[in-house]
């Protein structure tokens, strides 16, 4: 089974951050941007949460908080985030989006963000693996 590495050596290591006070609006706009559902809010080059399209149909829409007034810092996800090392497994991953219900995990080496993976990643990492090993038996089977 792969790791962490395996992914973003795949998708790159290209992570959209903002800082606690940017505007949730844009935040959003960024996302939209650039098609992605999270964004990473680092501090000084310091991880310190995530937002995420769940973040803001509950805390902001759901609250009756304005986009365009409501800062970043507000609604993020922060505190003790769920976080992964490239070494890490793709089993424990998705064990880990499975248990703590999180669809991202940022990816963090020597206290430094390194990227993040989806659970779009993960599956699609489970699936290239599986039709590798379905492919390689065929080829044993069959003799080619």
Known sequence: MGNVSNILRTKGNVTHSVSPNTLVYDALELMFQKNISAVVVLEDDELVGIFTERDYARKVILQG???????????????????????????????????????????????????IISIGDVVRSIIDEQKFIIENMEHYITGT
Do not use: Q, W, Y
């Open 65 to 115: 908080k304005s986009s365009k007034d409501t800062p970043i810092s507000e609604i993020m996800t922060g505190g003790e985030l769920v976080t992964v090392a490239p070494g890490t497994s793709i089993d424990d991953c998705m064990r880990l989006m499975t248990n703590r219900f999180i669809r991202h995990l940022p990816v963090v080496e020597n206290d430094k963000l390194v990227g």
